[in-house]
């Protein structure tokens, strides 16, 4: 079980190299199959489609998705923006393949519960609180893109050029990274320490408030 489940990691992470760099549509299960060492047909017993593959790419960020569809309505505007930030260091590296692919962004519309225009302008309502007036709602959208660009950056420069993290991590399970220990991260490597996020969110906060 252990190996298959090794296997099946091991083909989403190329999957995910491919479609990035080629498109969902450009890249075939065979390229899929070939980069892995395998034939089509031994990858066929662990996914029975691309669309397959790609739905296991996106198993995790669409179930993140639908938790912060359900607490937009309840959340407070800290706690929306710490899930934000926490949903984005898990799902940044899809971005480009959501992003390039009109084909992945109909497959994600079919799937997720509500629409991300839907659910990014009741997260702006929520940020902005009852009754808003146009100051608030110009915070409500700062903070926000705060949320969102600084954590792509956190992601991007890494500790050479941010600064020392925190112990903790959020993202990835380290022992998935080569077996680094806690905290000892490389730049882009995908993972978000404590203090970069406490930082990240202090930022977007204090913009909030402001």
Avoid: C, W
């Avoid at 902005?128 to 007036?133: I, R, S, V």
């Avoid at 806690?182 to 996020?197: C, I, K, N, S």
């Amino acid at each position: 079980m252990r190996d298959k489940a090794g296997t099946k990691a091991r083909i989403l992470a190329i999957a995910a190299e491919l479609f990035a760099a080629q498109g969902y549509t450009g890249t075939s299960i065979a390229d899929i199959a070939h980069r892995l060492g395998t034939t089509p047909a031994a990858l066929y017993y662990h996914f029975a489609s691309k669309a397959d593959v790609l739905d296991g790419l996106l198993a995790e960020p669409m179930a993140g998705y639908t938790k912060l569809a359900e607490q937009a309505a309840t959340a407070t505007p800290e706690e929306l923006l710490a899930a934000f930030i926490d949903f984005y260091a898990r799902s940044h590296a899809l971005t480009p393949i959501v992003g390039a692919d009109p084909a992945v962004r109909a497959l994600l519309d079919e799937r997720l519960p509500r629409k991300p225009a839907d659910m990014f302008a009741d997260v702006i309502a929520a940020l902005a609180g009852p009754n808003p007036d146009r100051a608030a709602l110009l915070r409500a959208h700062a903070a926000f893109a705060v949320v969102k660009e600084a954590t792509a950056a956190a992601l991007r420069l890494g500790d050479g050029e941010l600064g020392e993290r925190g112990a903790g991590t959020r993202g990835p399970d380290d022992g998935e990274l080569g077996g680094r220990g806690p905290g000892e991260h490389r730049p882009g490597d995908g993972v978000l320490g404590d203090a970069d996020r406490a930082e990240i969110l202090a930022i977007a906060t204090r913009t909030l408030r402001s």
